[in-house]
């Protein structure tokens, strides 16, 4: 099954918004076996829209608009569909009534009378009752077994028409067949390792299908396989599975498709241990990861963000001696940072990052030279290595490194041998 | 002027990144008065990129390709140009020559000849050689007046040569006219009270056009004039310009397209006045943000990431008594937390954060109250507020709120009322 992603809004084309719908729909697409083969941006204007769906609609089996289905009169996505068809729009008493009601729950008053232009629909068209906003979808046969679906364009109600009722009959649709899908996320390996640990996976693989992508200072392996049934589906997908599973073993640090900062919350609460950071070279990265959750202040209690050597002696305790040398990146500068740390915070256990983010060398130590360390009740640990990569990078992958120590520290796995001496 | 956007790669079609390069390309075109009609991306596929280059080149003057410049053979733009233009391929010897230098100066050792395609121009292009990375790009005129620019898919690689040449070259193109643009930055300001002041100069502003745009706690407004020569755009935007000066006033904190972080460090710098945090529902973001920027130790020494009530009386002595009555999210609390950072991190000035993120209301206080604190050698402040938007938002805009301060007392401006009692 071929598809098209067809974007409506002049704010794309302005440059005043990227086009991350297109993004998150083309790897939901990817997920469940359908090929994306183009993506269009076409600006709030009614001929250009319309030429636009033709000619998605001309190379595609399936066109998803997305966009252009607001109150206002630069909301023309309904009627150049209406255009397309060479059909009347038709104002649907079910729509109507949900837009009331939902003014109503907003209490702003009575609703625009112009905002029932919502409640059209193309005649022969089904239509998606929404749940946030107030934009319905729309779907339209074209004939051929073609078929078009319009979503709105606010990503969080796209997103809900996408999983609550476009995934699925595509997912569905065609030959009969069902998708299962499962993706692994794994840091502290790169992109180019996992890529040789799954060469023979990778290679040719057709049924489950194997993928992958980095980034962010992680990799994600998305495994896909297809049957007559969801069973029969997972019964190819699970001895793949178990067989990467295998290969790639504890860089693995979730199944379910949650932020690194996410599974280390969950292990905290679960664990009932208490963290604390302490943040040179991240700034307050890691902190900011972490409270970004909700309920993350049960098991994350603070960071002391030590920028300075200065402040690493009078708010950390770091030693004259050590910041003299070996000085500010070093093992001992970044095992003295979590002791204080965890001492400042009355945490049970500490994180502490250090090094030289970059672009210029620090104290001798090449951009990218990155210090770790890891105080517990029952043991310390430092680790420090070499970070490819530009500024954001190195401090990027020193948040993923750092986490993922109190991941692993959290699982009872094995922590990473150091790279390097002092 | 119309100017159609091409990107170049099955990674944008499979959702592994989002089309950034096309945001970036259609804001900076705007911004000389080129208007973008349509968008495409297509995966690498020669026919399929032959025939998107066509349809472009149908319908708009200049072509923008960006991506498929690359070494392998996946990289297929510069075949599609020649395609698209029925001429032969030619190996250029100075770009050649470039290439194997840039690969004497990586110590990679020997260049695979297979490099060379990237020494490849379609007969009678123009090429810009690269500063960054090893791709050309490439001009080529397709007949009509009409111009395609292809430059390669590395978003700094993008934005080198689009600056060097292809921007310079679009605005002195077609009626001669040269363009003058400003960038005013605002904080502290809503989108829509922007809007309002400035309705009067926006609506049907011709030359110069006023547009704005809101997003990450800012509004940008643009001012672009259009003349036959530099010095007469200049002097057609300089009164418009000084009106919107008036009307923004003090809410401007960049004319030079500054992040804030970056006006806050430099006038810092400027000032030798040295800076702590104290953060409470930020979680680290204004650390982070601040030391995104390179060379920001001098002058920012640190942050008290304090999540929790026992955190904040611990680390930066909070009363029990204010944690009691009225609370951590208080004027009391913000001001005992400013107090206490100033004092642990030896800085001149301290700003605190604390609040209620959301999404559950905390001690009765509803989801995006937040209250900054700012204690200086001359003064104390504090400001209460409600903030609309989801979590992220809430805590996005605390940071500008609380960076905001920062520049305005170092830039002697008055410090905004507070809108909240304790």
Redesign the interface.
């Known amino acids: 099954m071929r598809a098209e992603i067809v974007?409506v809004g002049t704010e794309?084309?302005?440059?005043?918004?990227?086009?991350?719908n297109?993004?998150?729909?083309?790897?939901?697409?990817?997920a469940i076996g359908v090929?994306?083969?183009?993506?269009?941006?076409?600006?709030d204007n009614l001929d250009?829209v319309v030429a636009?769906l033709r000619?998605a609609a001309d190379r595609a089996d399936v066109v998803l608009v997305c966009g252009g289905l607001g109150p206002t009169q630069d909301d023309l996505t309904r009627d150049a569909i209406a255009a397309m068809l060479a059909v009347p729009m038709v104002r649907h008493p079910e729509i109507e009534a949900l837009l009331r009601e939902k003014f109503r729950g907003y209490a702003r008053g009575a609703m625009p009378e112009s905002n029932l232009r919502q409640a059209d629909v193309p005649d022969g068209c089904r239509f998606i009752l929404p749940e946030r906003g107030t934009a319905p979808g729309l779907i339209a046969e074209l004939g051929g077994g073609k078929r078009l679906y319009a979503v709105p364009g606010v990503p969080s109600e796209m997103v809900e028409m996408m999983r609550g009722t476009v995934l699925p009959e595509l997912a569905q649709r065609g030959d009969g067949e069902v998708i299962a899908s499962k993706v692994l996320r794994c840091t502290g390996i790169g992109e180019s390792r996992v890529a040789e640990i799954l060469d023979d996976l990778y290679e040719g693989s057709t049924n489950p299908t194997v993928?992958y992508?980095a980034?962010g200072g992680e990799v994600k392996v998305r495994l896909t396989a297809k049957a007559g049934s969801l069973r029969a589906a997972v019964a190819l997908l699970e001895p793949v599975l178990d067989e990467v599973r295998g290969r790639l073993g504890d860089t693995i640090f979730s199944e379910e498709d949650e932020e690194l900062p996410e599974v280390v919350l969950r292990l905290l609460e679960r664990t009932g241990v208490t963290l604390a950071?302490a943040?040179s070279?991240?700034?307050?990265?890691?902190?900011?990861r972490?409270?970004?959750i909700?309920g993350?202040?049960s098991s994350?209690?603070?960071?002391?963000?030590?920028?300075?050597a200065?402040?690493k002696r009078?708010?950390l305790g770091v030693s004259p001696q050590t910041l003299a040398d070996p000085g500010v990146v070093s093992r001992a500068c970044a095992l003295e940072m979590a002791a204080g740390t965890r001492r400042?915070?009355?945490a049970d256990i500490a994180l502490a990052l250090t090094g030289v983010?970059g672009?210029?060398p620090h104290g001798g130590h090449p951009p990218g030279t990155v210090w770790l360390a890891l105080e517990t009740p029952d043991r310390t640990y430092a680790r420090g290595y070499l970070s490819a990569g530009e500024?954001?990078q190195v401090?990027r992958w020193a948040e993923q490194a750092g986490l993922d120590l109190v991941r692993r520290y959290l699982e009872g796995k094995p922590l990473p041998p150091s790279d390097a001496g002092t």
């Open positions: 974007a794309l084309l302005l440059g005043q918004i990227a086009n991350t297109a993004r998150w729909m083309s790897e939901e697409l990817a090929d994306v083969l183009h993506h269009q941006a076409v600006g250009r636009s000619l993928a992508l980034g950071c943040e070279l991240t700034g307050g990265g890691v902190g900011a972490l409270t970004s909700v993350s202040s994350f209690v603070g960071s002391a963000v030590v920028y300075t200065e402040a009078a708010v400042l915070f009355d983010a672009p210029e500024r954001d401090r």
